[in-house]
């Protein structure tokens, strides 16, 4: 391993490194975050140091990359390209940041200064789902709030409906355990979901909807009209910070109440169909099925999930008008 490989933050930075509890894991850094996250105690698990100064190395640029999105920036390169090397891995976003990853450490090169802002997007994104994916954790794309003792999930896209379900059920007291990302891991016969932290982002309506206005809310990105919304502590309901058995996870079908009337249905899938299902909503699946062991490990612990969490199909009238129906639906069936 080169002497490059070994760089690492400098004295400075580690004496004013904070540490935080994310996604199960006790994080390490001196980087300032936008967003709320948890206190953390002990030693850090993984540490991670944004510089814009020098790069760890350069070593993997003589290599190709094993993934390049299809979706390309002004210039014409691919937005986000993967880079394996025997040591490390490459999360490469041209005239952007650059994520080194290593097994107990994330290091960000941030190569354009008017991307800023990406630098924590990243990480507490794609970044850390992919680096979870490497330890064997599954980075489901899912918000979950807690029921009773056990999390219940929503998994769906950007705009799938998730985040507005979680927010329902916290109008009735219900604590949030994730917004975006549900990291999922076994732990003996018990499969847990692992807390994010406590805030969510929301578009206006959904903000206006919920916590009463989106003015004054800081954006998410800049070019974006998403808002962060604080959740504890003076914020939008409570927040759950420890790992809790994953109950149920449900798939949201928002219909216009004209093709369906306002009816709610909930259909079971089998293990099969659910572990198609939870095969779409991996987070990072197109970045893991690269790596063809990680895509052989994760399928693996997708059809253990899939054979140990009842994964349902939820098929609910679009509007904020009906979610107090359905929060009471879902209620119900979770129970059963």
């Keep these: 391993m080169s002497q490059q490989i070994l760089h690492s933050p400098g004295a400075a930075a580690i004496a004013s490194q904070q540490t935080y509890s994310l996604y199960g894991v006790t994080l390490g850094s001196d980087f300032a975050f936008a967003n709320r996250l948890m206190p953390g105690s002990g030693q850090p698990q993984l540490t991670f140091h944004c510089t814009e100064t020098k790069a760890p190395t350069l070593d993997w640029q003589a290599t190709a990359p094993v993934y390049a999105s299809s979706t390309?920036?002004?210039?014409?390169?691919s937005e986000l390209q993967l880079f394996q090397t025997p040591d490390y891995s490459v999360l490469h976003y041209p005239n952007?940041?650059?994520?080194?990853?290593?097994?107990?450490?994330?290091?960000?090169?941030?190569?354009?200064?008017?991307?800023?802002?990406?630098?924590?997007?990243?990480?507490?994104?794609?970044?850390?789902?992919?680096?979870?994916?490497?330890?064997?954790?599954?980075?489901?794309?899912?918000?979950?709030?807690?029921?009773?003792?056990?999390?219940?999930?929503?998994?769906?896209?950007?705009?799938?409906?998730k985040t507005s379900l979680a927010a329902?059920?916290?109008q009735l007291g219900y604590p949030l355990l994730t917004d975006?990302?549900?990291?999922?891991?076994?732990?003996?016969?018990?499969?847990?979901?692992?807390?994010?932290?406590?805030?969510?982002?929301?578009?206006?309506?959904?903000?206006?909807?919920?916590?009463?206005?989106?003015?004054?809310?800081?954006?998410?990105?800049?070019?974006?009209?998403?808002?962060r919304i604080p959740v504890d502590e003076g914020g939008f309901g409570q927040f759950w910070a420890e790992p809790v058995p994953l109950r149920c996870?449900?798939?949201?079908?928002?219909r216009p109440v004209d093709d369906g009337g306002t009816a709610v249905e909930i259909t079971r899938l089998s293990p099969r169909e659910a572990l198609l299902e939870l095969v779409k909503h991996a987070f990072a699946a197109q970045l893991v099925e690269a790596v063809p062991q990680m895509q052989l490990h994760r399928f693996r612990r997708l059809a253990q999930i899939a054979a140990q969490v009842s994964v349902r199909r939820l098929s609910y009238p679009s509007g904020v008008a009906y979610l107090p129906q359905v929060r009471e639906a879902i209620l119900q069936d979770a129970q059963t």
């Design 180 to 227: 975006d990302i549900l990291p999922v891991a076994a732990d003996g016969p018990q499969i847990l979901g692992r807390p994010g932290y406590p805030q969510m982002r929301m578009w206006p309506d959904q903000a206006e909807h919920f916590w009463g206005a989106y003015q004054g809310l800081e954006a998410v990105v800049p070019h974006l009209s998403k808002r």
């Design 72 to 77: 390309l920036d002004a210039d014409g390169n």
């Design 168 to 170: 329902s059920l916290m």
């Design 249 to 254: 996870l449900y798939l949201p079908d928002r």
């Design 96 to 161: 952007c940041t650059d994520y080194y990853l290593w097994r107990d450490r994330i290091i960000c090169h941030l190569t354009n200064d008017f991307h800023r802002y990406w630098v924590e997007v990243g990480l507490l994104g794609g970044v850390l789902s992919f680096w979870l994916e490497q330890q064997g954790i599954i980075a489901l794309h899912a918000a979950a709030v807690v029921v009773n003792g056990h999390a219940i999930a929503f998994a769906a896209t950007n705009k799938g409906g």
